[in-house]
C-alpha cells in the first residue's frame, strides 16, 4: 500500500501546454515536499508546503496544499522542454519519523 | 557551498565482490540518509543516520548491508557478496534537521552487478 499515490504516472505533452500533477493520501502530513528529479540525477527540493490551503509559485510552477492536509497538487503553466524530469512528492505521515516518497509522475515536454 | 557529495558515480562489481558507497553531506547538515531506487521506481528509504549513531535502519536488508557515519569522513554505505538484485542507483542525502524535513540529495552511485 503506497501512502502517497501520484497521478498521472507519465505525462507526456508538448511546450506550451499546461499540466497538473496530483499527490494524494488518505493520511494528515504536516508538511509535504516536492522534489524534480532529471535523468541520471539525484532529487532536487523545489518546494515545502507547510499551512492546509497553502499556495506557493515557484515562477511557473505553483504548489498548493490541501485544506485537510491530505494532498497537493503541482501546476505548470506554459511547460518548456526544461520541465522534463520525474516529479516526487513527500512527506511524514502523522507521527512517522521518516520521510515517504510519492510513487512519482514522468513528465516529458516536446517541443 | 558545496552541495551533498556521493562517489563513485558508477560502479560495477562481479557478484560475490563488497560495493562501498560514499557520502558526505552538505556542510552544517549532521542526519545522512541512504535510499535505492530500481529503474522506473521511486525512493526506497534504507536508512538513516547522524555522526556515530544509526538512528534508523528499518528500510535495510537484514544481510549483506550496512551503514556507517564516522565522526570524521564521510558515510560509507557497504553492500557485501553483492548479487544481481542489487543493481541500482543509491542515493544518499543529507538534512540540517530531522528527517521528516527537507532533504538535499546527492548525485547518486549507480551499481551494476555483472
Known amino acids: 500500500t503506497q501512502l502517497l499515490e501520484q497521478s498521472p504516472q507519465f505525462l507526456s505533452i508538448q511546450e506550451g501546454e499546461n499540466l497538473t500533477v496530483y499527490c494524494n493520501s488518505s493520511s494528515v502530513f504536516s508538511s509535504l515536499q516536492w522534489y524534480r528529479q532529471e535523468p541520471g540525477e539525484g532529487p532536487v527540493l523545489l518546494v515545502t508546503v507547510v499551512t492546509g490551503g497553502e499556495v506557493k509559485k515557484l515562477k511557473r510552477l505553483t504548489f498548493q496544499f490541501g485544506d485537510a492536509r491530505k494532498d497537493s497538487s503541482l501546476h505548470i503553466t506554459a511547460a518548456q522542454p526544461g520541465d522534463t524530469g520525474l516529479y516526487l512528492c513527500?512527506?511524514?505521515?502523522?507521527?512517522?519519523?521518516?520521510?515517504?516518497f510519492g510513487t512519482g509522475t514522468r513528465l516529458q515536454v516536446t517541443l | 557551498n558545496a552541495g551533498v557529495m556521493q562517489n563513485p558515480r558508477h560502479l560495477v562489481r562481479r557478484r560475490g565482490q563488497e560495493a562501498r558507497l560514499r557520502c558526505s553531506p552538505m556542510k552544517g547538515h549532521s542526519h545522512v540518509y541512504w535510499y535505492r531506487q530500481l529503474p522506473e521506481e521511486g525512493l526506497k528509504f534504507m536508512v538513516y543516520l547522524q555522526k556515530e549513531n544509526i538512528i534508523d535502519e528499518s528500510g535495510m536488508p537484514k544481510e549483506r548491508f550496512s551503514a556507517e557515519f564516522p565522526k570524521e569522513g564521510p558515510s560509507i554505505l557497504r553492500i557485501q557478496q553483492v548479487v544481481r538484485g542489487d543493481s541500482a542507483a543509491y542515493f544518499c542525502?543529507?538534512?540540517?534537521?530531522?528527517?521528516?524535513?527537507?532533504?538535499?540529495f546527492g548525485p547518486g552511485t549507480r551499481l551494476t552487478v555483472t
Open positions: 542525502a543529507s538534512s540540517p534537521r530531522g528527517p521528516i524535513y527537507e532533504q538535499y
Open positions: 513527500a512527506g511524514a505521515p502523522g507521527t512517522a519519523s521518516k520521510l515517504t
